[in-house]
């Protein structure tokens, strides 16, 4: 049976600008001189016959393809605007339109803090199916970016299939894996998703899962990842690609360079998916930073990282495609007062853009360490957000000049019906602490971590996931067994 609608997007009324117009237009304009005349690596033979049949030019040994502007906008024109990520449960389709906000997990980690030790351990194919559990759960997250964490107890040829079977097992939400990076695995993975939803023809309607690759900063992509997206764009699946260039290393130092670097290594990849095949559901993604400058390290949070995803955005919705940005990886090593400050700044920047996709709630130590408490945390910062980007509504209601005058001077207001009517519109915290000194006192001094704790591990104990039927897991088990034994081989056998 399904649960019925319960996701929680936010949909911002409040709106705030990074970057003018003529801002937008020369970071635009700079990406496409730079694809024109440098160009972008694509290291797929298969990329760049097709990027060379529709016009760029390309030289083989290196494998750059310069793009014409006329190229890049001609095909890009041809991504749609609005669609919709499908779900085991019709009940959590996401529609991407621009007015809403959707909250996912982050990944792909390679520990864990264990729940109930709290050991820092190596990740499994158990913590996969954990977070993705804990995630379904949770009404503030709305999709599955996964996994989380790699299952590292499992072949290393398959892995990204189990990790795919875990995520679907654990959630009936969309699922968004960043670990298909081949052309063979991509087409695993469709035969399991169409295992779930009657077919291939099925799965081209309602996609229940999309693709997210990563760029190869600066200027370069890797050339699995784009035949792994070239099969997921046959299918009707969305892809993206996400850049994470630091400035001073992998962008320039100055902002403004890294967006143009930004766009340019998003940008570029969605253009030979929207040649190979025209409509096809894309979107950005990004997680631009900059880097430490004394550790020369991926800095996970800072002013920097808040003002190039607000202003990303902006960019991304020049272009009229949805994006999904990088929020709230935090490069704190545990959920603390540092992981607080990151996450809020990096929700509400984007929030307030309002971007498709927030990427990054549950990571830490710059998304490498899986944290239950800290997903359940993070579903709190992102409530506060969608509170925050509200904004106040001012009418008749909401002035309240009747219930006033009723009250009077020197009166209160928790008998009247009008606070009946409008308790629900108040925040109300989850983890947060709002009692009185001595009943904390009382109650262990417990603090946000260990009531998360408690949060987490109920839920993990007491929620039910809509289960899949026994013989659909059985043909995905057989599926996996069936690429164990391919790949082994060296040799793909398709239908």
Known sequence: MSPGRRIRPIEPKLRLSFLSPDDIERIHNAALLVMEEVGVRFPSHKALDILEGAGARVDREKMIARLPGDLVMNAIKKAPSVYTLAARNPDDDLLLDGKHCYLSTDGCGVETYDLYTGEKRTSTKKDVHDSAKLADALDSIAFVWGPMVSAQDVPAETRALHEL????????????????????????????AAILVGGKDNLKKRPIFSVMQCATDPLGHDGGSLEASLVAAEYGIPTGFMPMPMSCATAPATLAGNLVVTTIDSLSALVLIEIAHPGAPVFFAAAPTAIDLRTGGYTGGGPEDFLLGGAFNQICDFYGIPLSMGAMATGAKVPDWQAGVDNSFSTVAPVLTCTDMLTGAGMLNGSKILSFQQMVMDCEIYEIARMFAQGIEVNDETLAVDVIKKV??????LAEKHTRRHLKDLWRPTVYDRTPYNVWEANGKKGAFETATEIARRLLETHETIPIPDDQRKEMAEVIKKAQMELAKGGVKHV
């Open 165 to 192: 079977e875990a995520c679907f097992v654990g959630t009936s939400k969309h699922v968004q894996p960043e670990t298909i990076i081949s052309e063979e695995i991509a087409r695993y993975c469709v035969e399991m």
């Open 408 to 413: 009077g001077v020197g009166g209160n207001y």
